[in-house]
């Protein structure tokens, strides 16, 4: 089985950071989980920036992109 994709960004709205789950509801749809709400909607308002399919393949992405 393979696993959803972790993506990880910026709440546009607050300009906080975000990590979720993203997992696919049709073809076009994808849900997000949020990780630490603990709650699963489409929130347009998050932009990603990184995604991978593990949590260290995450964070070496994120890190790269953000120059840390």
């Known amino acids: ?11 546009s709205l607050s300009q906080t950071a ?3 789950v993203e997992a696919a ?3 076009t749809l994808w849900a997000k989980l949020d990780l630490a709400g603990k709650t699963l909607d489409y929130k ?9 399919r593990s949590a260290a393949t995450l964070i070496q992405k994120l890190q790269e992109t953000i120059g840390s």
């Open 1 to 11: 089985m393979e696993s959803a994709p972790i993506a990880a960004g910026l709440n």
């Open 18 to 20: 975000a990590v979720w």
């Open 25 to 27: 509801v049709s073809e």
């Open 44 to 52: 347009p308002e998050w932009i990603r920036l990184v995604q991978a």
